[in-house]
């Protein structure tokens, strides 16, 4: 099997978490606050606080901002569960904007219109290397200046908009270092803000509601959201990789591109001129996304779909604000087919995955 996506990992995470391992230390300590200043230098962000995930850090975003039962947050329909999740559970209602088809990030014409008196919050979700509209965000925000803006920057390690990194636009921004993504943690997140308050807020609601650990004195609501040594660790192992990561994505996309560039129906994804983007998944459009999806994968090459949209999620089916129609989330979601897209893919790998394109649409025609 030729696999989508797999993280880059060697002896460089090893020797890290022996740094661990001859500490002693696995709960939050130096290796923790180096991830988070080497995140800080990545970002530009005046704060960086680590999480023990991106829907964490999104919860944890939204009680900074006060926000609860009877507010508003307006988040994409094409987006993982997490988004829309963290606000249920912070006793929120979250409100689904259609998509920029484009972008696939969020429309922001759209997301005006959809604007009450309830709205506290709009999460912008920067997806597959590409980052919202985050100029024209900005100046909605300035024409209803009571509403805060949370970046769902969880694919956004990397990414500039304006030159400026994903993340660090809105009051507060997270993310993510799942598995899967650009580079990993295995499971963790971490909270941009440069916004003390808000800083010392989001601190005190990962840990226990405290503003240091080892007291027993809680002046505040908080919860268990600590990141820990292990994870710190591999953290740093990978920050070290992220250049070189970046580098051999954009390649593995412009090989796909020019390798299939004749295929019209094979269409790559749009990218914003005003983006720096980093491709995390390289991802084509095309109208015979099922059965290429079913002719790849019999070929021994694992392909992924986008995320299914919020409002056809089974888990959101007694909930109203699923209850609408999103033409453009809709029509996408039926057309996107990522391909296989890791740092360590071969370039014989790559000639596979090519040929065996190139082999359909023969076959097709």
Known sequence: MITQIEPWIDDEERKQLNRVIESTFVVEHALTKEFEDLTRELTGAKHAIATCNGTAALFCCLKALGI????????????????????????????LCDIDRQTFCLDIEKTEQLITPRTKAIIPVHLYGQCADMEALQNLRERHNHIS?????AQGVGVKFLNKHAGTFGDLGI??????????CGEGGVILTDNDELAKACY???????DQKGTFIHEHIGYNFSFTEMQ???????MHKLDRIIEKKALIRERYISDLADIEDFR????????SPVFWFTTFLTDKRNQLQEFLKERGIQTRLFFYPLHEQPCYKGFSFSKKEFPVTSEVYTQALSLPSAYNLSETDQNTVIQAIRDFYAHCS
């Open 68 to 95: 609860g039962p009877g507010d508003e947050v307006i988040v994409p329909d094409l987006t993982f569960v997490a988004t829309a999740n963290a606000v249920l559970l912070a006793q929120a209602t979250p409100v």
């Open 149 to 153: 803006i949370i970046e769902d920057a």
């Open 175 to 184: 993310l993510s270092y799942y598995g899967n993504k650009t580079i990993t």
């Open 204 to 210: 005190r609601l990962k840990n226990h509601g405290r």
């Open 232 to 238: 710190a660790a591999i953290g740093i192992a990978q």
């Open 268 to 275: 790559p994804t749009f990218v914003d001129e005003r983006v």
